[in-house]
């Protein structure tokens, strides 16, 4: 087949090879824009943390942070220049764990949940029918905000596209030989793999992922065959079960997970949500966006039916919109906002994702807001602690919601 583009006013023939030649041309690209953004290694890393960041962490002051012994540290402690102390991801959970275990009638500083205690994993599933709308920065930020907090979380990315896993450091041009998968936990045939055997541990210490490539797409083929030839008696756990079997593998393991969930309700979104214990739906406050919800949420009550037919809808703990890429200066984004309120009450987060340059700058450098140093050639330092202060505002709500549900407040 034949593509023409426009030439001189005619159109003038296209190979039908365009694509893979762009693909690679753009590959190439890509692969130099990393060897600058990232180390020489290829491997993606988090940097150091100075003793504030360390204290604004750990909710301590910063003469504390200082008092405490570089013995209790995991890794060699560094200064910078002017005296500054700097601390890894692993000394700050050596620091503590410390605090948590000197501290015993204060404040909690290791928040682990209790399963004694009935404190049941949390799967929060990150959705939205329309691309755009900050999932997967939302997913990203809110599973790094719970470590930070403390928490031991697992990040699955359910989007064949694979963001989330590129933003967590895993990139496809990157890996010598094919990685393992959310597919392969899931998958139908005799390949398929327990979920320990496809987490891998993340830069960020504490948190785990659970990648995603393309070969995702073959589940939402995979799915529907089987669901067709499935008998009354089949011992093969049907496609929207699949999901919570493989997490209860490893539920000990983890406080919370994370999934980001593709833009759209296929066979892949259903398994998440059912194998979820809460949703955040996030959304662009602008017209065309809650539209767009509309229709998303229509069809995600017609296509759960038939999983309500088979016994298996799935019960959720909180279900929550969160407004992303909010402008509170701009009076129609505050009308759509005031109007999803006045609608839903308190199913719409108090709490707002902020539009911001240091999101979108952090972004182009392949980084969340929380492992992006402060640039000041960049980013004024105000700007960065308004979308820091948004960022934690909006977990630390969530992270309530989460208290909540284990009876802690």
Request: glycine content about 6%; aromatic content about 6%.
């Amino acid at each position: 087949m034949t593509q023409h583009v426009q030439s001189g006013g005619r159109l003038a023939p296209v190979s039908n090879q365009t694509a893979g030649h762009d693909a690679r041309i753009l590959g190439a690209k890509l692969r130099e824009i990393a060897s600058v953004v990232f180390s020489p290694s290829e491997d993606k890393t988090l940097r150091r943390f100075t003793s504030g960041e360390v204290a604004r962490i750990l909710g301590i002051t910063d003469s504390r942070v200082r008092q405490l012994s570089p013995e209790l540290l995991v890794s060699e402690l560094e200064v910078a220049p002017g005296g500054r102390r700097l601390y890894t991801l692993a000394d700050i959970h050596a620091l503590r764990a410390y605090l948590d275990e000197i501290d015993r009638v204060g404040r909690r500083y290791l928040p682990h949940r209790d399963p004694a205690k009935g404190e049941h994993l949390q799967v929060v599933a990150c959705v939205n029918f329309k691309g755009g709308s900050g999932k997967t920065t939302t997913s990203a930020h809110l599973a790094q905000s719970l470590v930070l907090r403390g928490y031991r979380v697992l990040a699955i990315d359910l989007d064949p596209q694979a963001s989330l896993s590129t933003l967590l450091g895993v990139r496809h041009e990157n890996e010598q030989e094919p990685y393992p998968t959310i597919y392969d936990a899931i998958r139908y045939d005799e390949e398929r793999r327990p979920l320990s055997e496809v987490i891998r541990p993340t830069y960020f210490t504490g948190l785990d992922l659970v990648a995603a490539d393309l070969e995702l797409e073959v589940f939402e083929f995979e799915a529907p065959m089987h669901s067709a030839r499935r008998k009354a008696n089949d011992t093969e756990p049907p496609f929207f079960a699949r999901m919570g079997l493989a997490l209860s593998e490893v539920a000990d393991r983890y406080d919370v997970v994370v999934i980001d969930c593709p833009p759209r309700l296929g066979y892949l979104t259903i398994a998440a949500l059912c194998a979820s214990t809460a949703l955040l739906i996030t959304i662009h406050p602008q017209m065309l966006d809650v539209s767009s919800m509309r229709q998303f949420l229509t069809m995600l009550d017609e296509i759960m039916e038939p999983v309500r037919e088979q016994g298996a809808a799935p019960t959720h703990d909180w279900f929550r919109y969160l407004v992303t890429r909010f402008e509170p200066q701009d009076t129609p984004q505050t009308e759509v906002v005031a109007m999803l309120r006045g609608l839903f009450g308190d199913r719409v987060l108090t709490k707002a994702m902020l539009q911001s340059t240091a999101v979108s700058n952090s972004g182009l450098r392949g980084q969340t807001v929380y492992e992006t140093p402060l640039r000041r050639d960049e980013v004024t330092g105000s700007t960065y602690r308004r979308a820091l202060d948004a960022l934690d505002a909006v977990n630390g709500e969530i992270e309530g919601l989460i208290a909540r549900v284990w009876g802690r407040t």
